[in-house]
């Protein structure tokens, strides 16, 4: 029997893209249901439901103002069920906390308030960020979509105010000792980071914090911001607040290579700095330069993260990883190159390809199962290489669902964590480590550790 689609629409209803993603999740996993997602009915966000096979005529006719809720489902009964059940899955507000649905009603209850989080479609991202910064607020645009000409004009909007403009695309942030969107508990300490990576401020956070130091603010740029047009203007003005922060006595810079004038501009900026700074561009082998996260954490604190070691001989075939985390996939391929290894498949499941119509694999690390479950019934494939990203955002429980797959094949994993984490990075681990895992004490470590099995 074929599949049918379903939509219902709910007039004049919103809600952030991460509620909507961790309900897409719920939905996903009711009985009969192949795929769910919650979505405003914008034009790109229904043609993202279109590419996915989600869009119903109900969902064609929604408007920029309306929750469009898909379901794909083995027969009409169960998705008829799943649409009934759907916003009687949405978690009650918290009692005592203060909710408004416009900027000004915010303020009008939080006026001391000096930061924004912008988590609306991307359609509407820039106008509701240049809101916060004309109300004199700090902005952390979480929402993509945001066209490279308005990134570059709402930071300079920024500049001219004195404020910080985070974003778009920033997923992660530690301001003030409070972790925002994807990030985890850290303690306070004198360790700045300005990261134009999520997963690569989570990584090199928790590292610092496993090596006993604390990190004062982790400000996150977006991953356009050492773009060419925008010009790094929010990496700069970063390194401008780190550097007038007394608590603040060494900074951290993180990012994919810039390009070459704006490397220029950012390194001349922070050699004025008395500050002492450690610079991270991935795949940019530059003398002075920490060549992996790993290696910007231990130079910024001072210490090693020691290796651990591991028994096991040397595999047939190649190695197959799958990564939630962008950054860390990235780097895992960086080691591999380094040591001259090829024929190896990275693959980064939280690239929109993958991601379209569905909560992202931090969220619902239920994704990666399905490429866990091809890769170990190839042959082709002698061992899986994997991140598990704890923290606030992430999925509750992101080992116990990679576990649920038989590991017949050798899997080396990383924990992105802390002791501190909603998850806790020691249970994990040892869940991790019952299932017969390989878990090494950093990404670069597991990268490492997965090229030793396959290497002469």
Known sequence: MPSVVLNRVERGRYLDSVAAMRLSRRLAALPGIEGAALMIGSPSNKALLRDAG??????????????????????????????????????????????????GGALELLPQANLALISVPGDFAAREARKALDAGLHALVFSSGVTLAEERALKRLAKEKGLLLMGPDCGTALIGGTPIAFANAVPRGDIGIVSASGTGLQEVSCLIARMGRGVSHGIGVGGRDLDEQVGALGTLAAIDALDADPGTKTIVLISKPPAPRVAEQVLARLSQSAKRSVVCFLGLDKPGLARTLREAAELATGNKIPDEKFDKGKIKGRVEALYCGGT??????????????????????????????????????????????????????????????????????????????????????SVTGTEADPQIRSRQVARLREAGVLVAPSNAHAAEWAASLVSN
Do not use: Q, W
């Open 54 to 103: 989600l869009l119903g005529g109900d969902g064609e006719a929604a408007g920029a103002n309306d929750l469009v809720i898909a379901v794909r489902a083995s027969d009409e009964g169960a998705g008829r069920r799943a649409l009934d059940s759907a916003l009687n899955l949405e978690p009650e507000k918290s009692d005592g906390l203060p909710h408004a649905r416009t900027l």
């Open 328 to 413: 860390l996939c990235s780097e895992a391929e960086l080691v591999f190159r380094r040591l001259g290894l090829s024929g190896h498949r990275f693959v980064d499941l939280g690239d929109e390809r993958y991601t379209r119509g569905r909560p992202h694999p931090m969220i619902d690390p239920d994704s990666r199962n399905d490429h866990v479950a091809a890769a170990l019934a190839d042959p082709a494939v002698g061992a899986i290489l994997v991140d598990i990203v704890l923290g606030y955002g992430s999925h509750p429980d992101p080992a116990g669902v990679l576990v649920r797959n038989r590991l017949e094949k050798t899997v080396v994993a």
